[in-house]
């Protein structure tokens, strides 16, 4: 055998291999591609059929009946809590609906009702009460379980989801820019007992301040001066929601809530929303402590909670939980690769899925992407308000049976 033959065999080698790699690059994405592609096919086509059937061992959808199988929840409250990723949970719920074309309880403009007044029926304008009453509920009001539950059908899951009060406190702090409300940072705040008594008293435009997820709740300052109190309040919560979720196991959460709504994991994959610019360092033992005793009610609620949650993930199997989450994750990476050029400031983003805040990122999509599977994931809480108000108006004005069909 010449040289020339023996040198060669190592290039051959090498040319094989860079083939197969490159094989192997061209599968993956073409796989993504199609995954992609019959995800939105399945997610704007076959849910359109109406009725559907989820095996709860392989998660496998049919179009009838079978055994073993659950129909997906339709009736759904979500009680929106500020500063916890409420508005990542809430496009979740926006997407499910606006696709099923579900009713949508809608406040006149914005994205309030009431608050700091407690929510009540009146605050639904009658040119967008549909006469077969409504789906879903998401949008930001101070939780009334009487008024609502008249409002929701009878079989309404009712959901909230909370978040470590300190991290919650300084998000809130540095959002609203309270510094440039009281005139001092943080750390100075929790050591003023007048500016806390300030607070305590008026709340910044009224709405925001001690105790934000038990205000959020329907529950006034005064009614936490006893652990009594406080213990019934508790009580009071777990009695009137199904789940609450918990932000910093935001995964494990939505897979319960897949789970308890018989929905797909894709049904509750996503994008991040408001998500701030500049993150917090991590605060010091010191201000943390001083963060959860100004707001020890909040704590206590959200230990009470977590607790709860931990029981639940313990209950469902960690390897099975890791394996359910891996899963959504995949599915969210997908979606992001293809979807998403960057985040960035409201300014460069298209206005669909500008965040109404430049303290936050909006999302960019990618030049091109005609995708309403990418559009709806990513369009902030304001323009998917204004788009499901519009369609609200029309499923209200509707009379004819078909329209009713839709819930």
Known sequence: MTYAQNGSAPLLKNTLRKCNVTATVFVVLFVMLISIHMYSIQQYSIAARGVWYRSTENRSWFGGECQGCCRP?????????????????????????????????????????????????????SDMTPSWGFNIFCHHTRFNMDESSQLMPPETIFITILRDPA??????????????????????FLKSDRKRTWLDRHRYVARFG?????FDLGYDASRFRNASNLEDAIREVDRNFHL?????????????????????TQDVVYFHHNQRKQKAPAAGKMLRTK??????ADHTLYRYFRRKLEGMIEKY?????RQEVDGLQLWKNLLYSHCVEKLDSGTSAAFETRAYSDDVYSIVLRDGIGNRVCLDMARAELPYTNKLRAKQKVLAQCAHPFCSAFR
């Open 73 to 125: 929840v339709t009736d759904v409250f979500l009680l929106k809590t500020h500063k916890c990723a409420s508005s990542t949970l809430q496009n979740i719920l926006m997407r499910f609906g606006d696709r099923r074309n579900l009713s949508f309880a809608l406040p006149a403009h914005g994205n309030y009702f009431g608050h700091p007044e407690p929510f009540s029926r009146s605050m639904i304008p």
């Open 210 to 214: 001690r105790n934000q997820m038990l």
């Open 291 to 296: 963060m959860l005793a100004y707001n020890a």
């Open 317 to 321: 199997g960690r390897e099975r939980m």
């Open 244 to 264: 609450v979720l918990i932000a910093e196991l935001f995964d494990e959460s939505l897979i319960l809530l897949r789970d308890l709504l018989c929905w797909d």
């Open 167 to 188: 991290s919650l406190f300084e998000s809130l702090y540095a959002y609203y820019d309270l510094l440039n409300h009281t005139g001092l940072t943080l750390d100075d």
